[in-house]
């Protein structure tokens, strides 16, 4: 993948962040929209991944194909938590600080039922295919094929998301109750049905982020954990609600974590984001962009 | 402060239940001592964890990050240190590490908090493989002539250690400044409590008596590794069983540790390979079924005679 050299990391590393952003992208409307901290992300993740493996070594069914067949699921799984998991927990909620722990403690319950589901499937080992393991040669370097086909397909994701949001009117009321859901109610949006919108499609996109890493990363039942965690440091560190912070954040630790896997160890992915999350809890804990409240 | 009547009453109660917990190993099986040592070890670590978590709600996913560091605290020291004094370190670096994170997360929002150590154990356990790794050792072997027996009474006395400072602290300033962030941070502060120092401070218990924790049960294990010290099941395990309990009163998580050890004991003989699964529903339940655990029904109970179970807050 790399020789330690400078430029094939820089790319490497835009690549990887670039997949980071669209999964931060979509934990990022579960908590900046509908105001759910979802420790279970991950696993959403990891579910996204595993049925694209499983079409590829089954059908061979193309990654990119499989997307349509994971984005429909993913949220419809993800609404159905929502409204039936979550809400209850919203509605009972006296305070955000409340709702806070309340949507932690059951989405971390739910991230080892999500694993436990898996381990039951699919068993706890690693799975990974070859699809498009091809080399490409960009600026003298090459690079594999996947890594470049999963990092369009966030491109092009993620724009669509963007575009959805910033420019029609459900995207505009989302962005409301993302500034203040008391607020966004006595305009006429239907706060509750916005929230479980934001929820589900934050799921379907970071399924569809998991479909398209599967590409190129090996995975078991129980790495999604890391995920989570590498996405809401993201989160943090764009700011939450801050879509445009997600992606400059993302792309940062994508190429922070290149560097350590290189020059220090391969072994040592969380140490990156660790690092990161460090810096900003102690500099600009209101996120890269954000004022200070 | 001297105690009351009633309250040395309930000291006596206390110091009966220990002795009479003490004595163990000398009339049951090795399968019951074995028991024991689960009870004794989920005790100290859902009790320590109450008595951060309660109060503040701040949830931490940190325990096994201590347990982890405490199991290799023993690992690399067995050699060369006095066993004792080897606790004492274990203790001490659990307090240090709790108070790093803490100064780095509690100032904050809990929500950074919870983040930092939902991924702790992990990262601790990546960075001991990457030094293993550059030293080219694979485990570490314990070898001691400590006895089961000898765990489990060194497991009771950290647990009364952990009673007696929850117990204190709820004597002192400090818990009662602790109650009043509870109620509420703004008011807190307003009335001038350092409310981020109070949090660091409480944190370093749990730090410290995981650390502890596994620094007793290294020699259990005989043979360590980064996989068996930090497995994230063990933080998942102590909220659950501390949440079951209720976090309201000092003696909650251990009627929540009791019930669960020999639920986790039946699901993990019938299912082997569905624990995760089980663990993550009971969960559920618990916190949907159960959300102030049995100390809130126990408390429900007592104030209306059996009447309506539902009151307001947590």
């Given at each position: 993948m790399t020789d330690g050299g400078g430029m094939d990391?820089?790319?490497?590393?835009?690549?990887?962040?670039?997949?980071?952003?669209?999964?931060?992208?979509?934990?990022?409307?579960?908590?900046?929209?509908?105001?759910?901290?979802?420790?279970?992300?991950?696993?959403?993740?990891?579910?996204?991944?595993?049925?694209?493996?499983?079409?590829?070594?089954?059908?061979?069914?193309?990654?990119?194909?499989?997307?349509?067949?994971?984005?429909p699921l993913a949220f419809?799984?993800?609404?159905?938590?929502?409204?039936?998991?979550?809400?209850?927990?919203?509605?009972?909620?006296?305070?955000q600080g409340q709702l806070e722990v309340d949507s932690i403690l059951v989405t971390f319950g739910l991230s080892f039922v999500g694993v436990g589901l898996m381990l039951a499937f699919f068993g706890g080992d690693y799975f990974s295919y070859s699809y498009l393991a091809r080399p490409v040669r960009i600026?003298?370097?090459?690079?594999?094929?996947?890594?470049?086909?999963?990092?369009?397909?966030?491109?092009?994701?993620?724009?669509?998301?963007?575009?959805?949001?910033?420019?029609?009117?459900?995207?505009?009321?989302?962005?409301?109750?993302?500034?203040?859901?008391?607020?966004?109610?006595?305009?006429?949006?239907?706060?509750?049905?916005?929230?479980?919108?934001?929820?589900?499609?934050?799921?379907?996109?970071?399924a569809m982020g998991g479909a398209l890493l599967?590409?190129?990363?090996?995975?078991?039942?129980?790495?999604?954990?890391?995920?989570?965690?590498?996405?809401?440091?993201?989160?943090?560190?764009?700011?939450?609600?801050?879509?445009?912070?997600?992606?400059?954040?993302?792309?940062?630790?994508?190429?922070?974590?290149?560097?350590?896997?290189?020059?220090?160890?391969?072994?040592?992915?969380?140490?990156?984001?660790?690092?990161?999350f460090v810096l900003i809890l102690l500099f600009r804990p209101q996120g890269l962009f954000g004022r200070k409240a | 402060m001297t105690p009351s009547r009633s309250e040395a009453a309930r000291i006596g109660w206390v110091v009966l239940a220990l002795a009479a917990a003490a004595t163990?190993?000398?009339?049951?099986?090795?399968?019951?001592?074995?028991?024991?040592?689960?009870?004794?070890?989920?005790?100290?670590?859902?009790?320590?964890?109450?008595?951060?978590?309660?109060?503040?709600?701040?949830?931490?996913?940190?325990?096994?990050?201590f347990y982890g560091v405490?199991?290799?605290?023993?690992?690399?020291?067995?050699?060369?240190?006095?066993?004792?004094?080897?606790l004492a370190i274990a203790g001490l670096i659990g307090a240090a590490g709790a108070a790093l994170v803490g100064l780095a997360t509690l100032r904050l929002s809990g929500v950074y908090f919870v983040i930092f150590t939902l991924g702790l154990a992990e990262f601790v356990?990546?960075?001991?493989?990457?030094?293993?790794?550059?030293?080219?050792?694979?485990?570490?072997?314990?070898?001691?002539?400590?006895?089961?027996?000898?765990?489990?009474?060194?497991?009771?006395?950290?647990?009364?250690?952990?009673?007696?400072?929850?117990?204190?602290?709820?004597?002192s300033r400090l818990g009662f400044a602790l109650r009043i962030i509870g109620d509420d941070e703004e008011v807190a502060r307003h009335s001038g409590i350092d409310t981020a120092m109070a949090k660091v401070l409480l944190f370093m218990i749990p730090g410290a008596a995981a650390a502890m924790t596994g620094a007793i049960l290294a020699p259990r294990f005989v043979y360590i590794e980064p996989a068996v010290a930090f497995s994230p099941m063990l933080s998942f395990q102590v909220v659950i069983m501390a949440l079951l309990g209720g976090t309201g009163r000092l003696w909650g998580p251990l009627v929540g540790v009791i019930p669960f050890t020999f639920l986790w004991e039946a699901i993990s003989s019938s299912f082997p390979n569905q624990t995760t699964l089980l663990l993550g529903l009971t969960f559920l339940l618990i916190v949907y079924l159960l959300p102030r655990g049995f100390v809130g029904l126990f408390l429900d109970l007592r104030q209306h005679g059996g009447g309506t179970f539902r009151r307001a807050g947590a």
């Open positions: 990391i820089i790319i490497t590393g835009l690549v990887l962040g670039g997949t980071y952003a669209l999964i931060a992208m979509g934990l990022n409307l579960q908590y900046g929209m509908a105001r759910i901290m979802n420790l279970a992300n991950g696993e959403v993740l990891v579910v996204g991944a595993f049925v694209a493996f499983w079409l590829y070594t089954a059908g061979q069914v193309s990654p990119l194909l499989t997307l349509f067949v994971v984005a419809a799984l993800n609404w159905l938590i929502y409204r039936f998991m979550l809400l209850p927990l919203v509605r009972r909620a006296k305070s600026m003298g370097e090459t690079y594999g094929l996947n890594r470049i086909v999963a990092f369009l397909g966030a491109v092009v994701i993620g724009g669509l998301l963007y575009l959805w949001l910033e420019r029609t009117r459900p995207g505009r009321a989302m962005r409301a109750i993302a500034v203040d859901p008391k607020s966004a109610r006595l305009v006429g949006i239907d706060v509750p049905r916005m929230s479980a919108l934001a929820f589900a499609l934050g799921g379907t996109i970071t599967s590409t190129y990363l090996t995975l078991d039942a129980s790495t999604g954990v890391l995920f989570t965690l590498k996405a809401l440091v993201i989160v943090i560190m764009g700011g939450v609600g801050d879509l445009r912070g997600t992606i400059v954040a993302a792309l940062l630790l994508g190429l922070l974590e290149t560097f350590v896997a290189a020059w220090i160890d391969p072994g040592l992915t969380l140490a990156a984001a660790y690092l990161l | 163990l190993p000398w009339i049951g099986s090795s399968y019951y001592l074995a028991l024991g040592v689960t009870i004794a070890t989920f005790t100290v670590l859902a009790t320590s964890w109450a008595i951060f978590s309660g109060p503040t709600h701040y949830i931490s996913l940190a325990t096994a990050a405490g199991t290799y605290t023993t690992g690399l020291l067995i050699e060369t240190m006095p066993y004792w004094s080897i356990r990546q960075v001991l493989t990457w030094v293993q790794n550059l030293t080219g050792q694979k485990g570490i072997y314990v070898l001691t002539q400590i006895t089961e027996a000898q765990i489990y009474w060194q497991l009771v006395g950290l647990a009364a250690l952990v009673w007696l400072a929850g117990w204190l602290i709820g004597r």
